[in-house]
């Protein structure tokens, strides 16, 4: 789902959650108080969308609450008491929505540190193996193209060895950044261990991840004009309907990847499932 439309559907809930209470409060006789329900799509929109949305909804129960109150109560004298009222559901739902944006933001970070690898930002190696699972369970089921590439950087050690492992993590983040700028937005990066990528690209055939592949390579070389020199061997796997799980397709592209170590590195190799 697009951020675009899940704003909406999130904002077009609460909306129908604030109405719904509203035409609730004003057909409840006035002894029965359901104003206090509004913090319900209040922190809804929240959780979702932020507290600027969060405050927003605020404002406008605010209003409905103020609206029922007076009309549900003649006498002008009835003023003061209902503002009161609203400033006192405007401080509470104020705290509320502090509460929710600090614990929302915080159950993102705790979810970004259980799928990224926290060098690259890249997905970890668990994570990544998801992705895959879900997107062979995608090609089997409308017979679609997927490629997976596999790639191992060539005597990463000695980088590590000369330079020290400082400059190795600068490395490793360089590459998870030419890696980025070389494939599609669709297409899934990941960090599997040590300096071995990979590459999930949807509705790909293996043409076209050659291509990818070599701009990824020809990217590498561009990332690293000084010393010291990285270059990587590629190991590709495509597939249209296979019932390999996303383990075997991994390891098939990684011994496509050795088989690029073993000709020679700095090299591309393509299999088929």
Excluded: C
């Excluded at 509004?38 to 979702?48: C, K, S």
């Excluded at 993102?108 to 190696?125: F, G, I, K, M, Y």
């Amino acid at each position: 789902m697009t951020t675009l439309r899940r704003r909406v559907l999130t904002i077009g809930t609460g909306l129908a959650l604030t109405l719904l209470i509203y035409a609730a409060n004003t057909l409840a006789p006035p002894a029965l108080k359901l104003g206090l329900f509004y913090l319900a799509p209040v922190l809804f929109v929240t959780w979702y969308e932020g507290g600027l949305w969060g405050a927003l909804f605020t404002v406008g129960a605010m209003a409905l609450r103020l609206a029922t109150e007076l009309e549900q109560q003649v006498p002008l004298t009835s003023i003061v008491p209902s503002l009161v009222n609203q400033l006192s559901f405007g401080v509470l739902s104020g705290i509320a929505i502090f509460a929710f944006a600090r614990a929302r933001k915080t159950q993102l970070q705790l979810h970004d540190l259980a799928t990224h690898d926290s060098l690259t930002r890249v997905l970890n190696a668990r994570s990544f193996t998801e992705q895959v699972t879900h997107e062979l369970e995608r090609t089997r089921r409308y017979k679609r193209p997927m490629t997976l590439l596999y790639l191992d950087l060539d005597n990463f050690k000695a980088v590590n060895d000369t330079h020290g492992h400082q400059t190795g993590d600068a490395v490793l983040r360089l590459v998870a950044d030419a890696i980025r700028r070389a494939v599609r937005q669709a297409d899934v990066v990941g960090r599997l261990g040590g300096d071995e990528f990979a590459v999930l690209m949807p509705e790909t055939d293996d043409a076209e991840a050659d291509v990818v592949a070599q701009r990824l390579t020809a990217g590498l070389a561009g990332a690293f004009r000084g010393s010291p020199a990285v270059t990587a061997s590629v190991g590709i796997v495509s597939s249209s309907a296979t019932t390999a799980d996303a383990d075997d397709v991994i390891r098939s592209a990684d011994l496509a990847m050795y088989e690029a170590k073993r000709t020679g590195k700095n090299r591309v190799v393509k299999v088929a499932l």
